[in-house]
C-alpha cells in the first residue's frame, strides 16, 4: 500500500484530489431523483412508471450529455492532482573555491614589529586580523587550517563552516607547534588534504616569517609533491624589518631572515605566486590580491526538475464540458 502512494506521488503533487473522482456518484445515488413541479397526466400505473424513472436516475449515463460531463469530472479531478513528469538531470553550477591556509606559530611571531590601528602588535596578532578579515569575505569557498612550527597539524579540514575555522585561528598561539619552523611538512599535510579534492580547486595559501628549520619534508621536495597533485600554492614571507619603533627611534629586535629564494621557487614551481610583506597594509594588499583570484565553478549536486502537465487534462477537461454542453443542443436541432 505504502509503495502504491509513493508511486502516486512521483506522478502527482496533490494525489488526495483523485478521492473526489467519485463525488458526483455519490451524490446522484444519495440525492432523490427531481420531479417536475408542472401539471401531468395522472394514470393508475403511475407507481410502476416512477420505479422505472428511479432506476434509470442512478444510474451512469444519466442522459444523453452524461458520458462527456462524466469524463470532464474525471480529467477536473486529475488536473486538480498536478500531474507531474521528471526531466531530465541538471547540474546547476556553484562557484567557490578550495582554500587551504597554511600560517607559521614559530616563536619569531612573537616579534613585535608590526602595527594594527596605530597600535605595535606582533607578527601573529596581525597575521590573524588579516586572516579573519579574510575569510569573512570568502563565502561560499570551503577553508581548511593548517598550522605549523616543529610540525604541521591540521587545525580545521576543509568546510564551510568558517565560524569554526576563525576559532581555531583566534585561538592559534605562537609555539601550539613548537617553536621551529616546517614548511615542507606544512606543504606535504596541505598536499594530502587537497588531493582529495578535484583537480583545479586545490589551492594552498602558505604565511612564513622565516625559514625551514625543522620537519622531515624539505621544502622543493614538498614543491614537487604539490606540483604532481596539481596543488597551487601561494607563498606570503611576512615580517617587518626586524626593529621596533620606540620614540621615533627604530630599536634592532631580530636579524630573523626570510629564505625568499625557497618561497620564490615553491611558487613558481607549482604555478602559484611569491609575495612578500613588510607591514600589515601590505599583507592587507596580497589578500585582497588572492581574493581576486578566478573563482573556479564546480558542479553541483544533480536535480530533476519536476515539469508540470496539469494544462493538458485541464483543456480537455474544459473541452469535453463544452461538448457536453453542446450535445443536447445539437439533439434538438
Known sequence: MSDWLSRLSEVFAWPWWLLALPLPLLARWLMPPAREASAALKVPFGAR?????????RGLRGGGAGWWLWLAWALLCVAAARPQ??????????????????????????IPDMALNDRPVDRLTAAKAVLADFLE?????RIGLIVFGRRAYALAPMTLDHATVRDQLRDSVTGLAGGETAIGDAIGLAVKRLREQPAKQRVLILLTDGVNTAGMLDPRKAAEL???NQVRVHTIAFGGDGSLSLFGFKIAVTDDPFDDRALRHIAQSTGGRFFRALDTGELVGIYAEL???????????????????????????????????????????
Open 226 to 228: 604539490a606540483r604532481d
Open 291 to 333: 581574493d581576486r583570484l578566478e573563482p573556479i565553478r564546480r558542479p553541483g549536486k544533480a536535480v530533476r526538475p519536476r515539469i508540470e502537465r496539469y494544462p493538458w487534462p485541464l483543456a480537455g477537461a474544459l473541452a469535453l464540458a463544452l461538448l457536453g454542453f453542446l450535445w443536447p443542443r445539437r439533439r434538438a436541432t
Open 85 to 110: 513528469q521528471l526531466g531530465e538531470a541538471v547540474q546547476p553550477p556553484q562557484v567557490g573555491r578550495d582554500l587551504m591556509l597554511a600560517l607559521d606559530l614559530s616563536e619569531s611571531m612573537n
Open 137 to 141: 569575505r570568502r563565502s561560499g569557498d
Open 49 to 57: 412508471l416512477d420505479a422505472v424513472a428511479g432506476h434509470g436516475g
